[in-house]
């Protein structure tokens, strides 16, 4: 480990805008992205677009493009709009039809072949076309696609594969002494069980197609878009984040190609392996996964726009506990609107303020409230990706603040007794914004703007700190 932190996001299909489910995991990356930050860490945070699938040719004849690389860029612009608006600070932005990962595409296929690893084949088998993969008997449920709930195509064709077999007992031992390696523990067993019951040979070229990147030395054949797809997390960032810790966040649905398949591939080009890849759960409507192919997404645009973005990349933490599946409901993001972000925090916010500007005392005492925070158990669920958790943890000290100021009645104090808890609660304000930041960060923007402070690091969740002059403004949330 060099000191830096790698974070990414799964690259994501263009044929339709992002969804809430497509923006949760992004989330995620850059709440870890902000806090890696915080802790004052060199940190890179990726993410992308996997424009080479088939689902891209399809989408473009749709929508009537006659260019297919035309439609990509406009998606390209779509993802980058809603990313923006959902305030989501990535370092990198990989597209997959860039020269510089079909090159990297390239020269990892060749040496793969050179040493053996990827050969040329015939396979029969039922190709789901919603997940791009060949499917076994045994992943369908009823003969169906699981997550697309569509009958496989049986599809016979000549094309080259890779030696997954080849590095079954590998991967097995690294999934079994290495605890940290696939997160959280119920998919490590699946991913255990999955491996034990044998590992075979995978297909990575599919035979004339018009679209995608060609296998360098076969211009009958383009690579297969998973295999090409994995290499984002090569092609998108420095070399020296893959000498620190790098963490790949994914949806169960693709944990295999990312906890099996990216391992084998990687240790046959003798490259570094990830530090952990974290799946999280799915998203339900009505007990339904939520999903663009099932035409049941949510789109994250209407939803920051009707309730604000901190609303939303709030309740999406709070409510479904990071790596199980959880039920989207609007009904919900709204309660939590009203009783958590405006009664808690904001209402917190502009008593605290409203004193401190009418009062104007000095803000000096004794550290009654810094002794509430357990900042120390905040730091230990970040870094073991108990975000849910660690969250809980923060708003039960935006909690005890709101306690304190009931308890105290600092509209009733003179003197030394009122400059004591309003320095109390104004240092704590400070902290939480600094806190909360990786979470709600236009919100903590607009704390430390009221405080007349800059933004802090986690070294600065202190009390004696504060150094700001006070500005109320407007309300944080308005309730709905």
């Known amino acids: 480990m060099n000191g830096k932190f790698l974070v990414t996001t799964p690259i994501y299909y263009i044929n339709d805008k992002p969804s809430v489910g497509s923006a949760y995991t992004t989330i995620i990356a850059d709440i870890l992205a902000r806090w890696n930050r915080l802790k004052e860490i060199d940190t890179f945070f990726l993410t992308g677009l996997d424009e080479n699938s088939s689902k891209t040719v399809k989408a473009a004849k749709e929508k009537k493009y006659k260019d297919i690389q035309n439609y990509a860029d406009d998606m390209y612009k779509e993802w980058v709009k809603v990313w923006k608006k959902l305030n989501i600070s990535y370092d990198g932005f990989i597209r997959t039809t860039s020269e510089k990962h079909k090159k990297i595409v390239q020269d990892f296929f060749n040496k793969a072949y050179k040493k053996g690893d990827i050969y040329l084949g015939e396979y029969e ?37 890779f030696k997954l077999s080849k590095y079954e007992e590998d991967i097995l031992k690294l999934v079994k002494k290495n605890e940290k390696f696939v997160l959280p523990k119920s998919r490590r067993t699946e991913i255990i069980n999955f491996i034990e019951s044998g590992l075979t040979d995978i297909s990575v070229s599919r035979p004339n197609l018009k679209w995608g990147i060609d296998v360098p030395f076969d211009k009958n054949q383009k690579v297969w878009v998973w295999y090409d797809a994995l290499y984002n997390y090569k092609s998108g960032v420095d070399k020296k984040y893959w000498k620190g810790r790098v963490v790949h966040l994914v949806g169960k649905d693709i944990q295999k190609f990312h906890c099996i398949i990216w391992p084998a591939m990687l240790l ?112 230990k669920l970040m870094n073991e990706y108990e975000l849910t958790e660690a969250l809980k943890e923060i708003w039960k000290f935006v909690i005890e603040c709101n306690k304190y100021v009931n308890d105290k009645k600092p509209w009733g104090l003179k003197g030394k007794e009122l400059e004591n808890v309003l320095y109390n609660l104004v240092e704590s304000l400070r902290i939480i914004a600094i806190l909360l930041s990786p979470f709600i960060p236009e919100t903590c923007d607009r704390i430390n703007k009221q405080l007349g402070v800059k933004a802090g690091k986690l070294k600065d969740c202190k009390f004696g700190k504060f150094k700001g002059k006070i500005k109320k403004g407007e309300v944080l949330f308005r309730k709905i």
């Open 268 to 379: 046959s080009a003798s490259e570094s392996l990830p530090t952990t890849i974290f799946s999280h759960g799915f998203f339900t409507i009505n007990g339904e996964k939520m999903s663009k192919s099932l035409g049941n997404a949510i789109d994250p645009v209407y939803i920051s726009e009707k309730y604000g973005v901190d609303a939303l990349r709030y309740f999406l933490i709070k409510e479904i506990s990071f790596g199980e599946d959880g039920d989207f409901s609007e009904e919900d993001l709204k309660k939590r609107l009203n009783n958590e972000l405006a009664n808690d925090l904001g209402n917190l916010v502009s008593r605290v303020l409203t004193l401190v500007e009418k009062e104007k005392v000095m803000l000096r005492g004794k550290k009654e409230l810094e002794k509430k925070l357990d900042l120390k158990k905040i730091e």
């Open 125 to 161: 088998g039922l190709y789901c076309g919603g997940c791009e993969e060949f499917k076994r008997e045994t992943d369908l449920e009823g003969g169906l696609c699981p997550y697309h709930k569509t009958k496989p195509l049986k599809i016979k064709e000549r094309n080259y594969f």
